[in-house]
C-alpha cells in the first residue's frame, strides 16, 4: 500500500522535473522563439527526466500518478515556458496512447523509448493493398515531430462491422516519412510543429486502432491489463485533452505574477507609483479572481473525471469546461498585456510571449471557445452532438 508520505514524496518529485524541464526551457525562451523549435538540449531533457514514461503503465517501471499530479506537472512547466509544457504534456499522453494497441505494438515503441507524435485530423487516404493498407497524406501541425521517433495520424475508414465510416489513428516510423519545416506561428513557437508527408506507405492493419472501440470502453484489447493505470480507468478523451487546460492555467498563473512585479516597480508620468492606481488595483483583483475561476474549473474537471470513470460521460461538458478555463486565461494575458502598457509589448517580454502563447493555444481545434460553448447548449437542450470531450 502507498503511504500519504509516499504520495507527498512523489508528488514533489514530479514536481521538481517540471521545474527543471521549465526553468531550462526559459532560458532559451527567445532562442526557441526565433528557430520554431526547442533545442535538441530540451528535448534531451525532457528525455532525461523520462516525461515520456510519465504516465505509462506500472508494469514499465514507473509509478501511477493521478491526474491531479499530471496536470500540475503541466501547469509547473507552463508557469516557465509554454512551448516546453506543450511537448512536455504530447510526450507523455502521446506515448501513453500507444498502450491501446496490441501488446506487441505497445511494448516495441515503449522498449524503444523514442517519443511520440500525433495528428489526428482525419485527413488521410487510405487503400487496400496486400497484407495491409496503403496510406497517403500531408498533415499539418506535427508538434513535436522534429525529436519525434513515432508518429500517429488520422483517417477515416469503413470496417466490416459499422456501416458508417470511423475515424482512426495510424502509427508509423518516422524515419519511414517525410518532415517539412514549415512551422511559422504568432505563439508556441517553440513547439516545432511542422508538415509530415506521407507518400504511399504501407502498414499492417494492427498499426490501425480505432478510436470507436476507446470510446465504448476505456480499455485495451487484450485481457491482461493494469487495471490501476490512469487511461483505463477515465473517459479516453477528456483525460487526453486536459494538458491543454493545465497549461493554460500555469502560463497564466505567471502573467499575473509578472503582472503584479512590473506594475509594483512602475511609475506613472505624474510621478505616482502605478500600485497605487486605482486602475491597476483594480486589475489586479480582478485578474486574481478570474485565475481562481479557472483552477476552480480544472479542478471540477478532474473531479468529473474520477466520478465518471466508470460510466457513460457528458463529452459536451468537458470540452466547454476546458475551452471556459483556455478563454479565462487568454483573458488574463490580455487584459494584463494592455494594463501594463507600451514595454509589455516589446518583443521578449514575459508577458509578450505568454499572451502570444497562450492565443495559441486557445486557437486549438479541441479549445476552441465558440465551438465548445455551443456544444454544450445544445446538449442541455437535448440536441446529440456527438462530442467526446
Request: hydrophobic share 40%; net charge negative; with cysteine.
Amino acid at each position: 500500500m502507498v503511504t500519504l508520505n509516499e504520495n507527498k514524496a512523489l508528488y514533489e518529485e514530479i514536481m521538481q522535473k517540471a521545474k527543471r524541464i521549465g526553468e531550462a526551457a526559459e532560458l532559451e525562451a527567445i532562442e526557441a522563439d526565433h528557430n520554431s523549435t526547442i533545442s535538441p538540449r530540451i528535448a534531451e531533457l525532457i528525455r532525461e527526466e523520462e516525461v515520456h514514461r510519465l504516465i505509462l503503465p506500472k508494469e514499465f517501471g514507473h509509478p501511477q500518478l493521478d491526474w491531479r499530479t499530471f496536470s500540475d506537472f503541466v501547469s509547473t512547466v507552463g508557469y516557465h515556458n509554454l512551448s516546453a509544457a506543450w511537448l512536455s504534456y504530447f510526450f507523455s499522453c502521446h506515448n501513453a496512447w500507444v498502450c491501446y494497441y496490441p501488446k506487441h505494438i505497445r511494448d516495441e515503441v515503449i522498449n524503444q523509448g523514442g517519443f511520440v507524435a500525433d495528428v489526428f485530423a482525419p485527413i488521410g487516404k487510405v487503400e487496400p493493398a496486400e497484407g495491409g493498407y496503403t496510406v497517403s497524406g500531408k498533415y499539418n501541425f506535427v508538434s513535436g515531430i522534429n525529436y519525434s521517433d513515432w508518429v500517429g495520424v488520422g483517417a477515416m475508414m469503413k470496417f466490416e462491422d459499422n456501416d458508417k465510416p470511423e475515424r482512426v489513428g495510424i502509427l508509423f516510423k518516422v524515419s519511414d516519412l517525410e518532415v517539412v519545416k514549415t512551422w511559422d506561428s504568432l505563439g508556441l513557437r517553440g513547439s516545432g510543429s511542422n508538415t509530415l508527408i506521407i507518400d504511399n506507405v504501407f502498414v499492417k492493419p494492427d498499426a490501425i486502432l480505432r478510436f470507436s472501440k476507446i470510446i465504448e470502453k476505456s480499455q485495451p484489447p487484450y485481457e491482461d491489463f493494469d487495471q490501476d493505470y490512469l487511461y483505463y480507468n477515465t473517459p479516453f478523451y477528456p483525460g487526453f485533452y486536459i494538458g491543454f487546460a493545465a497549461m493554460a492555467v500555469g502560463g497564466a498563473e505567471r502573467v499575473v505574477a509578472e503582472f503584479e512585479k512590473h506594475t509594483a516597480g512602475r511609475m506613472r508620468f505624474s510621478g505616482i507609483n502605478e500600485k497605487d492606481s486605482p486602475t491597476s488595483q483594480r486589475v489586479l483583483a480582478e485578474l486574481k479572481l478570474e485565475m481562481l475561476s479557472a483552477q476552480t474549473l480544472l479542478t471540477e474537471y478532474i473531479n468529473m473525471m474520477e466520478r465518471d470513470k466508470d460510466g457513460p460521460y457528458e463529452g459536451a461538458q468537458y470540452k466547454a469546461i476546458r475551452a471556459k478555463i483556455i478563454d479565462k486565461c487568454v483573458q488574463i494575458a490580455v487584459k494584463a498585456l494592455l494594463t501594463l502598457g507600451g514595454h509589455a509589448l516589446l518583443k521578449g517580454h514575459p508577458v509578450e510571449m505568454f499572451t502570444r502563447d497562450l492565443i495559441a493555444i486557445g486557437t486549438h481545434i479541441t479549445s476552441l471557445y465558440e465551438d465548445g460553448i455551443l456544444g454544450y447548449g445544445r446538449e442541455l437542450f437535448g440536441v446529440k452532438t456527438n462530442i467526446q470531450g
